[in-house]
T-cell receptor, first 115, second 113 residues
């Protein structure tokens, strides 16, 4: 069964600190992996997208890594800011080879950055 | 323009009302999607349109009726909803092959009373 699991479920850090969120997936065949940031009551906003051949992708203070062999990804946030408080969702796109783009969502990590 | 615009942002409707949610994108995407998201849960796919034709209906009750009038617009018509249908409704769009450029709108917060 195609699944995406994230850890931890929730995390509290102090402003200015770094943190790393984890994502493990069992999706096969695999097309790409995305990390989204979702503020409460708002739509998800894309942070990074990686294909199976990419190991790392950065977007400002966000750096995602991918190990396609172990089916693991991480999202590292450096120098956290209060505005980083949100849910971070790992999303995997299976490679069905057609026009069916059914994304598989993780349950998210809820990050709270405190002053 | 790299946005998916959803209107309204908030909607409160009674169980006997008929209302519509609207979604618009001008990124040239030919796949558009409706999702339903309950609090603290991941989005659940409802419908997929590819080249303006319905390609996926995830066994959604008929009180939700999607419509894709052209390549830029996607509507979700609502009728006789139940309180448990209260949720955040998200629209998304992407290239139809491979899902490149998958972009979500900011959502419509629907409350059914």
């Amino acid at each position: 069964k195609n699944q995406v699991e994230q850890s931890p479920q929730s995390l509290i850090i102090l402003e200015g600190k770094n943190c790393t969120l984890q994502c493990n997936y069992t999706v096969s065949p695999f097309s790409n992996l995305r990390w989204y940031k979702q503020d409460t009551g708002r739509g998800p906003v894309s942070l990074t997208i990686m294909t199976f051949s990419e190991n790392t992708k950065s977007n400002g203070r966000y750096t995602a890594t991918l190990d396609a062999d172990t089916k693991q990804s991480s999202l590292h946030i450096t120098a956290s800011q209060l505005s980083d408080s949100a849910s971070y969702i790992c999303v995997v796109s299976p490679n069905y080879g057609g026009a069916t783009n059914k994304l598989i969502f993780g349950t998210g990590t809820l990050l709270a950055v405190q002053p | 323009d790299t946005e998916v615009t959803q209107t309204p942002k908030h909607l409160v409707m009674g169980m006997t009302n008929k209302k519509s949610l609207k979604c618009e994108q001008h990124m040239g995407h030919r796949a558009m999607y409706w999702y339903k998201q309950k609090a603290k849960k991941p989005p659940e796919l409802m419908f997929v349109y590819s080249y303006e034709k319905l390609s996926i209906n995830e066994s959604v009750p008929s009180r939700f009726s999607p419509e894709c009038p052209n390549s830029s617009l996607l509507n979700l018509h609502l009728h006789a909803l139940q309180p448990e249908d209260s949720a955040l409704y998200l629209c998304a769009s992407s290239h139809p092959l491979g899902g490149e450029g998958y972009t979500f709108g900011s959502g419509t917060r629907l409350t059914v009373v």
